[in-house]
């Protein structure tokens, strides 16, 4: 089990840019549950369900990144 869960990452992230006076790092949740807004909370940019299709991801990607 790993010591920090994605809900705890991105948190951490949040947190980071906070104290480091930075840009917003995008940040897309992962979850196998669709009512799961944890993530949104925990200051996610977007959050998709799992499974993923790559296509699907590559253009939220792009999105993010322009």
Known sequence: ????DGIGACQKIRM???S???SAIPVIGLTGD?????FS???A???IEKP???TQLI???NTMLK
């Open 16 to 18: 980071l840019e906070k």
């Open 20 to 22: 480091l006076s930075k």
């Open 59 to 61: 253009s939220l990607l």
């Open 1 to 4: 089990m790993p010591k920090l």
């Open 45 to 47: 940019n977007i959050v």
């Open 41 to 43: 909370e925990a200051g």
């Open 52 to 54: 993923i299709r790559n």
């Open 34 to 38: 669709r009512d799961n807004c944890d």
